[in-house]
């Protein structure tokens, strides 16, 4: 189902630039994201456009994935933590992307969408990513150190403990604004010890990250 309206956003967004990396494309045609959508959406899940997934919260264009899967250089058998489920649709192309033997963490403040992340994931075989209800600005310390944590919600600077929580090498992608409309996709990387590399790569708009490390709730 939608095999051709899959194909052909995947063939714009190589043409668009927002992707080149072969394994993240195949990614991309292998995670239905029409299964990730609200039934009355999956029209429009190949559209590159946000769609909203309940609770004020959204899963992102395909275009703005394509960025965050690209700059974070996934590699086979990593552990990855993943800040903000929403729909589990990340996490599916970022447990194709790390294979079988990687290990998939994925992190989701309101229990209800992780619920909904969760159903999503069984039914399209991804049972192995891992789905955990808590505050993502805080890591997830009982299974660190992580070798890449991408964050799908903007926050006004990098929480900490995210960066404690990076093995050395590691790297972490995440939006970061003082202001929803203002908003930059920062990568950074630990080099070593308490050094760490930062690049920003762009602007961006996401939701609002949520907690101890990150906006404090209304
Ligand atoms: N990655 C998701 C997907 O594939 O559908 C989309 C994520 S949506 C743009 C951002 C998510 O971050 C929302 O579901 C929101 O509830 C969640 N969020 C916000 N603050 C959080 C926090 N402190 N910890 C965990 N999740 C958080």
Redesign the pocket.
């Given at each position: 189902m939608y095999e051709k309206e899959r194909e052909e956003l995947l063939e714009r967004l190589v043409k668009w630039g927002y992707l080149s990396k072969p394994e993240v494309i195949e990614a991309f045609k292998k995670v239905p994201r029409h299964e990730?959508v609200p039934n009355n959406l999956k029209n429009y899940a190949y559209v590159d456009q946000p769609l909203p997934?309940g609770?004020g919260?959204?899963?992102?264009a395909p275009s703005m994935i394509a960025i965050m899967l690209e700059s974070l250089e996934l590699e086979l058998d990593q552990k990855v933590l993943?800040?903000?489920?929403?729909?589990?649709?990340?996490?599916a192309l970022i447990a194709e992307l790390v294979g079988p033997k990687g290990r998939v963490f994925t992190?989701?403040?309101?229990a209800e969408?992780a619920e909904f992340?969760r159903a999503n994931l069984k039914k399209t075989g991804y049972e192995r990513v891992h789905v955990v209800v808590?505050?993502?600005?805080c890591g997830y310390k009982r299974e660190a150190p992580w070798d890449r944590i991408l964050v799908?919600?903007c926050a006004p600077e990098i929480p900490k403990p995210l960066v404690e929580q990076l093995k050395t090498g590691g790297k972490l992608a995440a939006p970061v604004g003082q202001h929803y409309m203002f908003q930059t996709w920062m990568v950074v990387e630990k080099r070593s010890g308490k050094e760490i590399r930062v690049r920003e790569c762009g602007s961006c708009s996401?939701?609002?990250?949520?907690?101890k490390y990150?906006w404090k709730e209304d």
């Open positions: 990730f997934i609770h919260q959204t899963i992102s993943e800040i903000g489920a929403g729909s589990g649709y990340n996490a992190i989701e403040r309101i969408l992340g808590g505050d993502g600005t799908t919600a996401f939701v609002p990250l949520v907690g990150g």
